[in-house]
């Protein structure tokens, strides 16, 4: 079965890097777009990022844009999410999540980023 | 890049229909047939209920429909039952080709 797994999430300081896994299994990886999308305590989901199925086009959140990358290693059927200059505004739950055809058909449990001093 | 606008919480009664509004702009929701929405409970993964507007997946009760005008797509739950107690939220492709969640909704059962 479709299973995401993600990992990487953490306390970390402000202004320091981390970066989050999503380990896929279960399907065919390079067929897939994946994305992430965060949820900061008490608010709502967010889109973070996309990277297409075939690497060749990546998209940002204007709130993460030049701080965060997205990658893939289709070797490894993983998705990465570098994320640099963290802020506390960057607390939040992970989710990586498959794309099929502009929608979220599997999601991940998610990895927890804490941003604090 | 604004969230859609959904209301912050709607309740109903078992057995009642109630609708959950998401409304965005034409670079977004007016735009484009890519309208999904999500149930989340917290602390676990989020769930597709409906994809392209009106489109359900396989599992997913008949009870859940979706569907749009102009710049505001909606969510219908009918037959209210306790288990559909959660957050749900929308989603919809943009014109900068990314993406945008609604500000989310509660649902209540009373």
């Known amino acids: 079965q479709v299973q995401l797994v993600e990992s990487g999430g953490g306390v970390v300081q402000p202004g320091r890097s981390l970066r989050l896994s999503c380990a896929a299994s279960?399907?065919?990886?390079?067929?897939?777009?994946m994305h992430w999308v965060r949820q900061a305590p008490g608010k709502g989901l967010e889109w973070v990022a996309v990277?297409?199925?075939?690497?060749?086009?990546?998209y940002y959140a204007d709130s993460v844009k030049g701080r965060v990358t997205i990658s893939r290693d289709d070797s490894k059927n993983t998705v990465f999410l570098q994320m640099n200059s963290l802020g506390v505004e960057d607390t939040a739950v992970y989710y990586c999540?498959?794309?099929?055809?502009?929608?979220?058909?599997?999601w991940g449990q998610g990895t927890l980023v804490t941003v604090s001093s | 890049q604004s969230a859609l606008t959904q209301p912050a919480s709607v309740s109903g009664s078992p057995g009642q229909s109630i609708t959950i509004s998401c409304t965005g702009t034409?670079?977004?929701?007016?735009?484009?047939?890519?309208v999904s929405w999500y149930q989340h409970h917290p602390g676990k993964a989020p769930k597709l209920m409906i994809y392209?507007?009106?489109y359900r997946p396989s599992g997913v009760s008949n009870r859940f429909s979706g569907s749009k005008s102009g710049n505001t797509a909606s969510l219908t739950i009918s037959g209210l039952q306790a288990e559909d107690e959660a957050d749900y939220y929308c989603?919809?492709?943009?014109?900068?080709?990314?993406?945008?969640f609604g500000s989310g909704t509660k649902v209540t059962v009373l």
């Open positions: 392209d507007v009106t």
């Open positions: 989603t919809s492709y943009t014109s900068s080709s990314s993406y945008v």
């Open positions: 999540a498959r794309e099929v055809a502009y929608y979220f058909d599997k």
């Open positions: 034409y670079s977004d929701v007016g735009y484009y047939n890519y």
């Open positions: 279960g399907f065919t990886f390079t067929n897939y777009g």
């Open positions: 990277i297409w199925y075939d690497g060749s086009r990546k």
